[in-house]
């Protein structure tokens, strides 16, 4: 009886043992929902954009202004999202920094807020449509797309996601108005 205790005190030991190194293995732990929908972003504008790499600088940047939104899902526009730097050699460099709107919704140029787009597992692939104002200004005469970053937090169970740029532009390839 002794012996049959023991071997069955060993046996449990050893299948606690194999219990332990189930979790073990090479696979890398899940992405966040706010990690995927960085990544899905960044690929879609990478795309339309031609940039190669989601700058640290100017995903910094992106980052901060998440820090813009309230808990509604609101943003309160700030200063420092636009830098408009002085004209140099006839060329003008800018940086812009925001969280995506939500879709229909146009930012103007006096706003004090504005709704940010909250993603969703389900509109993740729509964010496509979110994209007009930064393709507009890749596609103005004499435009440079210098840096661009994106970032994406998860703020009280909602994600959010902000874009930051740096471009620099011509300043006589611009039409006269």
């Given at each position: 009886?002794k012996?049959?205790?023991?071997?069955?005190?060993l046996?449990?030991?050893?299948?606690?043992a194999?219990?332990?190194l189930?979790?073990?293995?090479?696979?890398?732990?899940?992405k966040?929902f706010?990690?995927?929908?960085?990544e899905t972003?960044f690929?879609?504008y990478?795309k339309?954009l031609?940039?190669?790499k989601?700058?640290?600088?100017m995903?910094k940047?992106?980052?901060k202004?998440l820090?813009y939104?309230?808990?509604d899902?609101?943003?309160t526009?700030h200063?420092d999202?636009?830098?408009?730097g002085?004209p140099?050699n006839?060329?003008?460099?800018?940086?812009v920094?925001?969280p995506?709107?939500a879709?229909n919704?146009q930012v103007s140029?006096?706003?004090?807020?504005?709704?940010a787009?909250?993603?969703?597992p389900?509109?993740?692939?729509?964010?496509q449509?979110a994209?007009?104002?930064?393709?507009?200004?890749?596609?103005?005469n004499?435009?440079?797309?210098?840096?661009?970053g994106?970032?994406?937090?998860?703020i009280?169970?909602k994600?959010y996601?902000a874009?930051a740029?740096?471009?620099?532009y011509i300043?006589s390839?611009?039409?006269a108005q």
């Amino acid at each position: 009886m002794k012996m049959l205790k023991k071997m069955a005190a060993l046996l449990l030991v050893g299948v606690m043992a194999l219990a332990l190194l189930t979790a073990c293995g090479d696979e890398a732990p899940s992405k966040s929902f706010a990690q995927q929908t960085e990544e899905t972003v960044f690929s879609f504008y990478s795309k339309a954009l031609g940039v190669e790499k989601n700058d640290a600088d100017m995903k910094k940047l992106a980052e901060k202004t998440l820090g813009y939104i309230d808990e509604d899902g609101v943003v309160t526009i700030h200063e420092d999202m636009v830098d408009s730097g002085k004209p140099v050699n006839g060329k003008i460099t800018i940086t812009v920094a925001m969280p995506l709107p939500a879709p229909n919704t146009q930012v103007s140029q006096n706003a004090k807020t504005y709704k940010a787009f909250e993603i969703t597992p389900e509109n993740l692939s729509q964010i496509q449509n979110a994209m007009g104002s930064v393709e507009t200004v890749k596609n103005l005469n004499g435009v440079t797309i210098n840096k661009f970053g994106v970032a994406a937090k998860t703020i009280n169970n909602k994600t959010y996601v902000a874009y930051a740029m740096e471009y620099t532009y011509i300043i006589s390839a611009q039409p006269a108005q």
